[in-house]
């Protein structure tokens, strides 16, 4: 018995190729991309102030690695935008005469505002920064200004968590699990069904009939898109009902753009049937696509905290742009047009796997 | 009826560099029914495979109802019906359900109609609404047969049909043939079966993938040149075991308590046939069937 199991995992290589690539994948992934200390997050500075303080506020900031610069913003609705569209973590307002009210004594505002969808992304950073900033200007300052009292602190640090200001990590989860779910499920479906019919002989009839591959693809996927509805609309009842996530935006405008998203993971199905040889093989493929999703979409971790290798992968993968577009849409009150930066990613990963699909689709059994 | 429905040549298929099918010609006329045989292995299936367009030849084309079969096989596939050597329709789908399935992926006009002629036709009325999966083997091989009918093909490429189905049935399905081919159906089978091939117009014999013979059951008896003696009577396994030893003899086959004795030299065979029986036994002439036709081609095949 034994024997015999050994010579069959011999014979199916991609099978045995999986059974160590799977866990070792999973173990570089986790050891890697985890990083529940995100830096290097985003910055953009709003500042009506030009005085040696605030820069070198700023400069504190970079040090500690935490932030990184990347925009100076001359509006407050630049700013929203900004944070809307996700292009940075945090937007640090610095008021106008920031410096003289420093020196006067007059403890100005600093006020930070994070994306805070994710709180796991941004707690690390908004700990920090309070020290870091009285810090930072008490040794610009060389001596407190008289009018304060001991002990105070010379600026009043503000903090705003945006989107998600109680920090409810399920919020962030729950429409993170509808793209994962449906990402599971769905290219997993489609992968077994088409490969199921080649295993039985179908296909060797079904190949001889009239039908064309782009038929055949389809009448796979159209009736897994409405599956896949199916699924979205049970988690979203769920998220709104059991779990009392806020919807910001319209959940008419997710179940539209998901359209996009659940075709391209079907068609990852559809490939992946035209790689394989049997059901099993599928199945372990589809994992092997699923686990990068999974752990470097930013469902798992803070995309931020990732490794920059980890950030390019998950780039290319939809559940990463999915993740943006519902947490988006749902916590933000994102629409259209927020929406769409994140949309075209799906769409042409979604193209590039047809192409590949349609080009790998046998219409002969060799 | 001067277009052959099938007309290929130097057809040759090889699966990981052992040829399977090698250089292989066959021309078949319109309302011809072909017998295709071969034994097991001898690349039947790839051969029928290629010319409905499953599997592409390395080497050879030709056309199949006029059209290429290398480029044109989207135009070819309307017009044929391949019955596929394994069970190929879903076993997960009723009877009716399959059937119905069929006549929509080949846009069969009034399909409700069609299907229900054909069930009432083939028998299947009584499954209808049954799994194909839980159908026994030869009710799914009349199943699969009914699939490929439903949209009236020129050309039936059938793969071993009648395997497992029972001795009326199978006579059904003759009849039924020979009824299609009246009509001028064209109809290319493989079978094991020799009183299935003693029903075809013509015959193609293979081994390892070449052609050995091809022609009608009575030129291919006369081809092999055998003669056959009959020796009927008690003894007939002392008188086998002597002429299987006997250089004369190429083939004893027992049926029972005759045996068919062969030989290429007639007069020779008789001798040896007189000098094995034992004594109450008759021996007579008799007739060479194409079993020992083919065993003969069979044996005189070299392994490539
Ligand atoms: N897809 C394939 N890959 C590799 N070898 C194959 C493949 N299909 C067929 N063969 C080989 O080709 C040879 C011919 O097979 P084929 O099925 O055509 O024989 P057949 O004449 O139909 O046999 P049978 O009477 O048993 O049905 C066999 O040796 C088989 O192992
Ligand atoms: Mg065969």
Redesign the interface.
């Given at each position: 018995m034994v024997a015999k199991e050994f010579v069959q995992m011999r014979r199916d290589r991609l099978t045995f190729a999986m059974l160590i690539g799977i866990p070792l994948l999973q173990t570089v992934l986790f050891g890697y991309a985890i990083n529940s200390d995100p830096r290097h997050l985003p910055l953009a500075v709003l500042s009506g102030d030009n005085s040696p303080f605030s820069r070198s506020l700023i400069a504190a900031m970079q040090t500690s690695s935490y932030f990184d610069l990347v925009r100076t913003l001359s509006s407050r609705g630049e700013a929203d935008r900004a944070l809307d569209l996700g292009e940075v973590q945090f937007v640090l307002t610095i008021p106008e005469g920031f410096g003289r009210s420093l020196l006067r004594g007059e403890r100005p505002v600093l006020l930070l505002e994070a994306d805070a969808t994710d709180p796991g992304a941004t707690s690390g950073a908004l700990t920090a920064f309070r020290a870091l900033a009285v810090r930072a200007l008490a040794r610009d300052l060389s001596g407190p200004p008289s009018s304060l009292l001991p002990g105070e602190d010379p600026v009043t640090v503000r903090v705003h968590a945006q989107y998600n200001p109680e920090a409810v990590t399920r919020y962030n989860i729950v429409p993170g699990l509808m793209g994962t779910i449906l990402t599971l499920t769905l290219v997993m479906i489609t992968a077994l069904a088409i490969t199921r019919e080649r295993e039985?002989?179908?296909?060797?009839?079904?190949?001889?009939?009239?039908?064309r591959p782009l038929e055949v693809m389809l009448g796979k996927i159209v009736p897994y898109i409405l599956v896949g509805y199916l699924q979205m609309g049970l988690i979203l009842l769920a998220a709104r009902y059991l779990f009392d996530v806020p919807f910001h935006g319209s959940v008419v405008l997710v179940l539209l753009l998901s359209v996009f998203f659940i075709a391209a993971n079907l068609t990852v199905g559809v490939t992946i049937s035209t790689l394989v040889r049997n059901q099993l093989q599928a199945l372990q493929l589809s994992v092997f696509f699923f686990l990068p999703s999974l752990l470097l979409s930013g469902f798992m971790f803070p995309f931020r905290g990732m490794p920059e290798w980890a950030q390019a992968v998950g780039s290319v993968l939809p559940l990463t742009h999915y993740l943006r577009i519902v947490r988006g849409v749902l916590l933000k009150g994102n629409g259209v047009a927020e929406a769409l930066v994140h949309l075209w990613p799906i769409a042409a990963f979604w193209l590039a796997v047809i192409g590949i699909g349609l080009k790998r689709f046998r219409?002969?059994?060799? | 009826m001067a277009d052959p429905v099938i007309d290929v040549s130097g057809v040759t298929k090889s699966?990981g560099g052992r040829t399977v099918v090698d250089r292989l010609d066959m021309r078949v006329e319109r309302g011809e029914i072909y017998g295709f045989l071969g034994p097991n292995g001898s690349g039947k299936t790839t051969f029928i495979?290629m010319l409905?367009?499953?599997?592409?030849p390395d080497a050879g084309g030709g056309t199949c109802l006029g059209y290429d079969i290398l480029t044109e096989?989207?135009r070819i596939?309307?017009h044929?019906g391949?019955m596929?050597q394994?069970?190929?329709?879903?076993?997960d789908l009723t009877v009716r359900e399959n059937l119905m399935f069929?006549a929509s992926?080949?846009?069969v006009r009034r399909p409700r109609r069609v299907v229900a002629e054909i069930m009432e036709r083939m028998e299947l009325g009584r499954f209808s609404g049954i799994l194909a999966g839980g159908l026994s083997g030869g009710w799914k091989q009349r199943l699969a047969l009914a699939?490929c009918m439903l949209h009236e093909p020129r050309l039936l490429l059938l793969d071993e049909p009648t395997a497992g189905v029972d001795p009326g049935a199978r006579r059904e399905f003759w009849d039924q043939v020979h009824g299609l081919a009246a009509a001028g159906v064209t109809t290319l089978i493989s079978t094991h079966y020799m009183d299935e091939a003693e029903r075809c117009h013509r015959l193609a014999y293979i081994a390892y993938g070449r052609l050995l013979a091809r022609g009608g059951v009575e030129e291919l008896v006369a081809g092999s040149g055998l003669s056959t003696w009959l020796v009927k009577g008690p003894g007939a396994h002392e008188a086998k075991v002597r002429l299987e030893a006997d250089e004369r003899v190429e083939q004893v086959v027992a049926f029972g308590n005759t045996l068919h004795v062969s030989g290429p030299d007639a007069a020779a065979v008789e001798r040896a046939a007189r000098e094995a029986a034992g004594p109450g036994a008759r021996v007579e002439p008799g007739e060479t069937s194409l079993e020992e036709v083919f065993i003969q081609l069979m044996r005189g095949a070299v392994k490539p």
């Amino acid at each position: 018995m034994v024997a015999k199991e050994f010579v069959q995992m011999r014979r199916d290589r991609l099978t045995f190729a999986m059974l160590i690539g799977i866990p070792l994948l999973q173990t570089v992934l986790f050891g890697y991309a985890i990083n529940s200390d995100p830096r290097h997050l985003p910055l953009a500075v709003l500042s009506g102030d030009n005085s040696p303080f605030s820069r070198s506020l700023i400069a504190a900031m970079q040090t500690s690695s935490y932030f990184d610069l990347v925009r100076t913003l001359s509006s407050r609705g630049e700013a929203d935008r900004a944070l809307d569209l996700g292009e940075v973590q945090f937007v640090l307002t610095i008021p106008e005469g920031f410096g003289r009210s420093l020196l006067r004594g007059e403890r100005p505002v600093l006020l930070l505002e994070a994306d805070a969808t994710d709180p796991g992304a941004t707690s690390g950073a908004l700990t920090a920064f309070r020290a870091l900033a009285v810090r930072a200007l008490a040794r610009d300052l060389s001596g407190p200004p008289s009018s304060l009292l001991p002990g105070e602190d010379p600026v009043t640090v503000r903090v705003h968590a945006q989107y998600n200001p109680e920090a409810v990590t399920r919020y962030n989860i729950v429409p993170g699990l509808m793209g994962t779910i449906l990402t599971l499920t769905l290219v997993m479906i489609t992968a077994l069904a088409i490969t199921r019919e080649r295993e039985r002989g179908t296909m060797e009839n079904l190949l001889t009939t009239p039908v064309r591959p782009l038929e055949v693809m389809l009448g796979k996927i159209v009736p897994y898109i409405l599956v896949g509805y199916l699924q979205m609309g049970l988690i979203l009842l769920a998220a709104r009902y059991l779990f009392d996530v806020p919807f910001h935006g319209s959940v008419v405008l997710v179940l539209l753009l998901s359209v996009f998203f659940i075709a391209a993971n079907l068609t990852v199905g559809v490939t992946i049937s035209t790689l394989v040889r049997n059901q099993l093989q599928a199945l372990q493929l589809s994992v092997f696509f699923f686990l990068p999703s999974l752990l470097l979409s930013g469902f798992m971790f803070p995309f931020r905290g990732m490794p920059e290798w980890a950030q390019a992968v998950g780039s290319v993968l939809p559940l990463t742009h999915y993740l943006r577009i519902v947490r988006g849409v749902l916590l933000k009150g994102n629409g259209v047009a927020e929406a769409l930066v994140h949309l075209w990613p799906i769409a042409a990963f979604w193209l590039a796997v047809i192409g590949i699909g349609l080009k790998r689709f046998r219409r002969t059994l060799d | 009826m001067a277009d052959p429905v099938i007309d290929v040549s130097g057809v040759t298929k090889s699966f990981g560099g052992r040829t399977v099918v090698d250089r292989l010609d066959m021309r078949v006329e319109r309302g011809e029914i072909y017998g295709f045989l071969g034994p097991n292995g001898s690349g039947k299936t790839t051969f029928i495979r290629m010319l409905c367009g499953l599997l592409r030849p390395d080497a050879g084309g030709g056309t199949c109802l006029g059209y290429d079969i290398l480029t044109e096989g989207d135009r070819i596939k309307p017009h044929v019906g391949y019955m596929a050597q394994r069970f190929s329709l879903y076993e997960d789908l009723t009877v009716r359900e399959n059937l119905m399935f069929m006549a929509s992926v080949y846009g069969v006009r009034r399909p409700r109609r069609v299907v229900a002629e054909i069930m009432e036709r083939m028998e299947l009325g009584r499954f209808s609404g049954i799994l194909a999966g839980g159908l026994s083997g030869g009710w799914k091989q009349r199943l699969a047969l009914a699939g490929c009918m439903l949209h009236e093909p020129r050309l039936l490429l059938l793969d071993e049909p009648t395997a497992g189905v029972d001795p009326g049935a199978r006579r059904e399905f003759w009849d039924q043939v020979h009824g299609l081919a009246a009509a001028g159906v064209t109809t290319l089978i493989s079978t094991h079966y020799m009183d299935e091939a003693e029903r075809c117009h013509r015959l193609a014999y293979i081994a390892y993938g070449r052609l050995l013979a091809r022609g009608g059951v009575e030129e291919l008896v006369a081809g092999s040149g055998l003669s056959t003696w009959l020796v009927k009577g008690p003894g007939a396994h002392e008188a086998k075991v002597r002429l299987e030893a006997d250089e004369r003899v190429e083939q004893v086959v027992a049926f029972g308590n005759t045996l068919h004795v062969s030989g290429p030299d007639a007069a020779a065979v008789e001798r040896a046939a007189r000098e094995a029986a034992g004594p109450g036994a008759r021996v007579e002439p008799g007739e060479t069937s194409l079993e020992e036709v083919f065993i003969q081609l069979m044996r005189g095949a070299v392994k490539p």
